[in-house]
C-alpha cells in the first residue's frame, strides 16, 4: 500500500522516501514489501510526512495482520483450535466509571 498508494502517485522512490523520513533505505525496502510491520514510530513518522494521521498507518497494519491471520491456513487452524466459553454470566461484571 506504501508504495502502490502514496509513493507512485508522487513519483517517489525508496531513496527519496529515506531521506525524507530519516528511516534506513532498508527500512523503507521492508516496509514496501510487506516485510516490516508498521510501528507507532513508524506510523508517526509516515503520518507526519504524507500528511496524515499516525492512526492511518497503524489502521491499515491492523487490518492487514488481520486479513493474514484468517488467511493462511496455518494460522487460521491454530485460530479455530481456541474454545469459546460458554457461560459467560459467571464471570463479575467490568468496574464501571
Do not use: Y
Amino acid at each position: 500500500m506504501l508504495a502502490e498508494e502514496f509513493m507512485e502517485p508522487l513519483n517517489l522512490n525508496q531513496i527519496e522516501l529515506a531521506e525524507k523520513t530519516g528511516l534506513p533505505r532498508k527500512h523503507i525496502n521492508e516496509l514496501c514489501r510487506n516485510r516490516r510491520a508498521v510501528t507507532a514510530d513508524t506510523a508517526l513518522i509516515l503520518g507526519r510526512v504524507f500528511g496524515n494521521s499516525a492512526d492511518f498507518w497503524l489502521n491499515t497494519q491492523r487490518r492487514t495482520d488481520l486479513w493474514e491471520a484468517m488467511n493462511t491456513p496455518k494460522r487460521l487452524s491454530r485460530i479455530q483450535r481456541a474454545k469459546p466459553i460458554r457461560n459467560m454470566s459467571r464471570l463479575k461484571p467490568a468496574l464501571t466509571a
